[in-house]
């Protein structure tokens, strides 16, 4: 058994699939199932249930895969510390991304400024998806993360910093009936074709709540998995959407949309906010890691959009 044994079983847990996690640890497919059948064979138990539609970890698994991941973060703890001894700043920062990040911040220009001010940190950015963010963060596999968050969301075992707030607007077609107002009264909504985002996207969940909470009640006649795709929509005339004001300003459809303020007289709608998510750390801990952190997130405000 060594390192790569545990790393591959690490990546299968998070991944899900042989493939999502061969492609993980940049090995082939059969290559990750050998490792994982040797670690198996080595331990004398089966760590992995296999079927021809699923994988999943068996109870020997998750225990195993548990102790795996503790150890791992444990050596990297130990690489980070000798590299700090040396005096200079060094170590390894992996990021999570969301969609729709580039209205908000100049991220490739803050990491470009980054790796040439501070070229002993290794950055890696991981595209991720708003449930997978906490959870990865929480068992170190991703350092920071940039999280949307939905109202009253609670997040353990994650330090939490305010990165953006932001107004939501209806947007609409420039040939829409409703490009020449000014605003829309949350409860005209419902009058309106809505083009939604997937149920799992926090935007839609925060849409759905608002709507909830004015007893209004949509049809859901388009449904996209991607904010482009949704703005799309909505450019070409099929409906009317509510997003962040300056995703709205930010995006390539913007010549052909209008933004309308989304107004709800007597009440406080919700704004659309996004947090930076980083693991919980003891102070001896981690000293590499740490100081990479925190010179990251004091560089953010620079690179913010205006």
């Known amino acids: 058994m060594d390192i790569r044994h545990l790393k591959h079983i690490v990546a299968l847990a998070d991944e899900g699939t042989f493939t999502a996690a061969a492609a993980r640890v940049h090995i082939v497919q059969s290559a990750l199932s050998v490792s994982i059948r040797e670690l198996e064979s080595e331990l004398g138990v089966q760590l992995v249930e296999r ?9 020997a698994g998750e225990m195993f895969v548990a102790k795996a991941r503790s150890t791992l973060l444990h050596l990297d703890d130990a ?7 040396k005096g200079v700043v060094q170590g390894r920062l992996r990021i999570g991304i969301l969609q729709s990040l580039a209205p908000y911040i100049r991220l490739p220009e803050l990491l470009e400024s980054m790796r040439s001010r501070y070229p002993g940190i290794e950055f890696t950015v991981r595209s991720l998806t708003s449930k997978q963010g906490p ?34 607007v209806v947007v609409c077609a420039k040939s829409h009936a409703l490009a020449g107002r000014r605003d829309l009264r949350v409860d005209r909504l419902s009058e309106q074709r809505l083009v939604h985002l997937s149920p799992e996207r926090t935007l839609r969940k925060v ?45 390539t459809h913007r010549n052909a949309l209008r933004s309308l303020r989304l107004v709800a007289p007597g009440t406080t709608l919700p704004k659309w906010r996004v947090v930076i998510l980083t693991r919980e750390t003891s102070p001896g801990s981690e000293t ?18 205006k």
């Open 51 to 59: 079927t021809t539609r699923r994988m999943s970890l068996t109870p």
């Open 79 to 85: 690489v980070q510390a000798v590299r700090a001894f």
């Open 135 to 168: 959870a990865l963060v929480a068992s170190g596999d991703i350092d920071l993360s940039f999280h949307p968050v939905y109202p009253d969301e609670k997040t353990r075992g994650v330090e939490v910093t305010p990165f953006i707030e932001d107004a939501l």
């Open 207 to 251: 849409t759905d709540r608002i709507l909830d909470e004015h007893g209004l009640v949509n049809e859901v006649v388009y449904e996209v998995n991607d904010v482009e795709t949704m703005l799309q929509f909505v450019s070409s005339g099929l409906g009317v959407a509510v997003v962040p004001s300056k995703l709205a300003s930010y995006s």
């Open 288 to 305: 590499g890691l740490r100081m990479a952190k925190d010179i990251f997130l004091a560089e953010v405000p620079k690179f913010l959009r």
